[in-house]
T-cell receptor, first 116, second 114 residues
Framework: DGGITQSPKYLFRKEGQNVTLSCEQNLNHDAMYWYRQDPGQGLRLIYYSQIVNDFQKGDIAEGYSVSREKKESFPLTVTSAQKNPTAFYLC???????????????FGPGTRLLVL | AQKITQTQPGMFVQEKEAVTLDCTYDTSDPSYGLFWYKQPSSGEMIFLIYQGSYDQQNATEGRYSLNFQKARKSANLVISASQLGDSAMYFCAMNGGATNKLIFGTGTLLAVQP
């Protein structure tokens, strides 16, 4: 059963702590993305990766880091430098055919991060 | 810069009736894609429908259709025969240029009443 999994569903972070959100896909998609959603808002792009071992900053990358060591996995680390990390985090993936505007992104179920 | 505008924060519709959710966009790219996603209370973003900027006909997927008016830069979602399960947030999004980066609107909360 192909899809995107994110874990954990809920994550609590203490002040000054780094936490890592997991995103795995078995769709054989080339590109993966991380978005942040705040209450009552649309999604904003944090980081994206179009190929293994390469990634680019999105619109709100400060305080976050990512890695792409495997095609299937794109973990997001929320560092202590992110001063307002409480949000809903969504991971997505898509094929990368070279025709960027035709590629649909499919999303995982999301992780809710709360700061204690 | 690309921008998506959804001016309806919330809407009500009676079950079995049709409803139109508004979306306008702004871009200088000649080639772009327009998307609609549904977000139920569980949080997952569910892809509904896609329209390419060069597509001549409006996209349809089951009960969903996209009313694409390129000159007016609008991409409204039409849901026919609303069902109670259609109650959710609906987001319009677009991409363009060399990457597949999506820009989202702020969403419309749809409530279907029995």
């Amino acid at each position: 059963d192909g899809g995107i999994t994110q874990s954990p569903k809920y994550l609590f972070r203490k002040e000054g702590q780094n936490v890592t959100l997991s995103c795995e896909q078995n769709l054989n998609h080339d590109a993966m993305y991380w978005y942040r959603q705040d209450p009552g808002q649309g999604l904003r792009l944090i980081y994206y990766s179009q190929i293994v071992n390469d990634f680019q900053k999105g619109d709100i990358a400060e305080g976050y880091s990512v890695s792409r060591e495997k095609k299937e996995s794109f973990p997001l680390t929320v560092t202590s430098a992110q001063k307002n990390p409480t949000a809903f985090y969504l991971c997505a993936s898509s094929i990368d055919s070279g025709y960027g505007n035709q590629e649909t992104q499919y999303f995982g179920p999301g992780t809710r991060l709360l700061v204690l | 810069a690309q921008k998506i505008t959804q001016t309806q924060p919330g809407m009500f519709v009676q079950e079995k009736e049709a409803v139109t959710l508004d979306c306008t966009y702004d871009t200088s790219d000649p080639s772009y894609g327009l998307f609609w996603y549904k977000q139920p209370s569980s949080g997952e973003m569910i892809f509904l429908i896609y329209q390419g900027s060069y597509d001549q006909q409006n996209a349809t997927e089951g009960r969903y259709s996209l009313n694409f008016q390129k000159a007016r830069k609008s991409a409204n979602l039409v849901i026919s025969a609303s069902q109670l399960g259609d109650s959710a947030m609906y987001f319009c999004a677009m991409n363009g240029g060399a990457t597949n980066k999506l820009i989202f609107g702020t969403g419309t909360l749809l409530a279907v009443q029995p």
